[in-house]
């Protein structure tokens, strides 16, 4: 049997597109091994095999121990891993990139670099989020005025529809505790709803600090993708979930928004949200994402192939 050293690393075709993964795995208290190509959840009731492959991220919550060679299959098949405690308040996320293309990393850096472009796909984000509303021509603080008043609206129509007193947002970091039911649902919604994004960023190759909205964090663009779904998705979920009563709500809600998410292909339509704001003429050709190729860079943006030596066509 070949050693994890001598086994080949996954090449784009042999990887499962994000789109067709599960969206996350939660486990605790249980020791994740390696089988084969799959991971196993080892715990007082027996063990389980997951393939690695349908993972979009693995969320290890309290209890839990990884082998090396688990960390080694979940890598090579560009699945996310986030270490979390049942408050979910901080993460540490590892795997590759399912898409080997640089172009949209490169379309990104391009559009976040340019002040007015970076403007623009926020306003792009801002649309997608509140359709009925045209954010052309709005600025910064204009539009952050207008998501938290969005954002006020939509808690309390959210408390309207099932019953649930709102008496506004409270989190205390790293105190899961300390809210009332409404806001532990809404804490731990948002932290599925972060791994999630942050799954689905990771695997097309952007990066994860170049935000639009968000900045100053290595997280950046994830905080922004999430915020994309959080009030259609993330708080309604969480207020049907504390709308059914306190006991066990941050599990119940990353079971419901689980399934939310599975039902709705959420993963599905973040990939193509994500090309749509930095490929807005949807350069990206399906077949781009599946290639291995290595290029360099010539004069007047043109490449060249690598893998061979220029010195002969270099005048000295």
């Not at 991220?57 to 960390?71: D, E, F, K, N, V």
């Not at 090579?76 to 986030?82: I, K, L, N, Q, T």
Request: contains cysteine; neutral net charge; proline residues 3%.
């Amino acid at each position: 049997m070949a050693t994890v050293a001598q086994r080949r690393a996954s090449s784009p075709r042999d990887l499962t597109r994000v789109a067709e993964r599960i969206s996350f795995i939660y486990l605790e208290r249980c020791v994740v091994h390696r089988d084969a190509n799959a991971i196993t959840a080892e715990d007082a009731d027996g063990t389980t095999h997951i393939p690695s492959a349908t993972i979009g991220t693995l969320l290890l919550g309290p209890g839990t121990r990884i082998t090396h060679q688990a960390m080694s299959v979940l890598a090579d098949s560009g699945a996310a891993v986030a270490w979390v405690g049942e408050q979910g308040v901080r993460y540490y996320a590892g795997g590759r990139a399912l898409n080997r293309s640089s172009a949209l990393v490169e379309a990104q850096a391009t559009r976040w670099a340019n002040r007015r472009t970076r403007l623009e796909v926020a306003r792009a984000m801002y649309r997608l989020r509140f359709p009925d509303e045209d954010p052309s021509g709005m600025n910064r603080q204009e539009l952050l005025g207008h998501e938290g008043r969005r954002l006020r609206d939509c808690y309390r129509r959210q408390a309207e529809r099932t019953g649930v007193p709102w008496h506004g947002r409270h989190y205390v970091p790293g105190d899961f505790d300390a809210g009332d039911a409404p806001n532990r649902a809404v804490t731990a919604a948002a932290q599925c709803m972060y791994g999630v994004a942050h799954a689905v960023v990771a695997a097309l190759g952007c990066a994860t600090g170049l935000g639009f909205v968000h900045s100053g964090h290595e997280l950046s663009f994830v905080l922004d993708v999430a915020d994309l779904y959080k009030t259609e998705i993330g708080i309604p979920v969480a207020f049907d979930v504390a709308a059914d009563g306190e006991e066990d709500i941050g599990s119940r809600t990353r079971r419901a928004l689980r399934d939310r998410i599975n039902k709705t292909r959420l993963l599905d339509r973040c990939v193509d949200d994500i090309k749509m704001l930095l490929l807005p003429a949807g350069r990206v050709a399906e077949a781009s994402e599946a290639e291995d190729v290595v290029t360099l860079r010539s004069d007047r943006e043109v490449t060249v192939p690598a893998g061979r030596n220029y010195s002969d066509e270099v005048t000295w």
